[in-house]
């Protein structure tokens, strides 16, 4: 009976260095997992709330076919509810010339809410709702037998609020409009709602992000007038700064044909 010699070599390890490559490996791998998941985690807050969004202008339309008006914003101190006497709208500051808050999200029925009961989007930020007060707040009011010559909104949606060396005309007044050669996405909009996006806790300070009313911007700095920003995501280093505010408005045109069909108008 044979048998195999032993050998003397002594049993092999790694070695440090290699070690460390396996270790830089596996984060290399790990890591490329994480972003593509982090990214897809984004892209549904995004879609989520996008979606309530959609809904909030659905129950606008809804509440306007009901009572023949639209609702104000909500303030801090309104538990949801919409915040203004007689169809004039509650400021949030002196200096505002178009009334900014939040959804009336107990005034309209939606959901989910804070613990102020105000309408959240996916990070769990409320969502801000903007209306136009053109002709002495005529949407606020009942429209009922008011002629279409006097509804006329005059909400401006802008796809950049600097463009060169010109910005946001007459920005904080009544008569703010988008930059010169600067062409509107829409130029009456009745009512614009917002999210502002994940960034909310801290962003804001980006040119563009600066022109939707947001708490993170001083109110004696930009008072909340009548143009909005509304684009693609950008990062910090753009030339407008950070931005990533989902903005979506209504058109007098679909309030108009719901107000018909329900009685309301003309």
């Given at each position: 009976?044979t ?20 270790l830089?490996i ?17 892209l ?15 129950a ?56 102020q009961?105000r ?18 707040s ?24 600097l ?67 509304s ?28 107000m ?5 108008l003309?």
């Amino acid at each position: 009976m044979t048998h195999s010699p032993k050998s003397n070599r002594p049993l092999r390890g790694f070695t440090l260095t290699e070690l460390a490559v396996v270790l830089v490996i596996v984060a290399i791998l790990v890591g490329g997992m994480l972003i593509p998941l982090a990214a897809q985690d984004q892209l549904r807050r995004a879609d989520e709330t996008q979606k309530t969004l959609m809904d909030a202008r659905d129950a606008l339309l809804g509440f306007a076919a009901a009572n023949g008006r639209l609702p104000c914003p909500a303030t801090a101190a309104s538990n949801g509810l919409e915040a203004g006497v007689a169809g004039v709208c509650t400021l949030l500051d002196p200096l505002d010339v178009v009334p900014v808050g939040f959804v009336p999200a107990a005034t309209l029925g939606l959901a989910p809410l804070d613990n102020q009961k105000r309408l959240i989007d996916a990070w769990g930020n409320p969502l801000r709702y903007a209306v136009t007060t053109s002709n002495s707040s005529a949407f606020t009011k009942p429209m009922t037998g008011v002629g279409f010559a006097t509804l006329v909104p005059d909400l401006i949606v802008c796809p950049t609020a600097l463009l060169g060396a010109s910005a946001v005309q007459n920005a904080g007044t009544l008569t703010a409009d988008c930059p010169i050669g600067v062409s509107s996405l829409t130029s009456k909009a009745v009512a614009v709602i917002y999210s502002l996006g994940q960034n909310a806790g801290g962003g804001g300070g980006g040119i563009d992000e600066s022109n939707n009313p947001n708490p993170n911007v001083s109110s004696s700095t930009l008072a909340s007038d009548r143009v909005f920003i509304s684009h693609e995501p950008t990062p910090a280093a753009s030339a407008n700064g950070e931005f990533d505010d989902l903005v979506v408005w209504l058109s007098p045109n679909i309030l108009f044909n719901r107000m018909i069909a329900a009685g309301r108008l003309p």
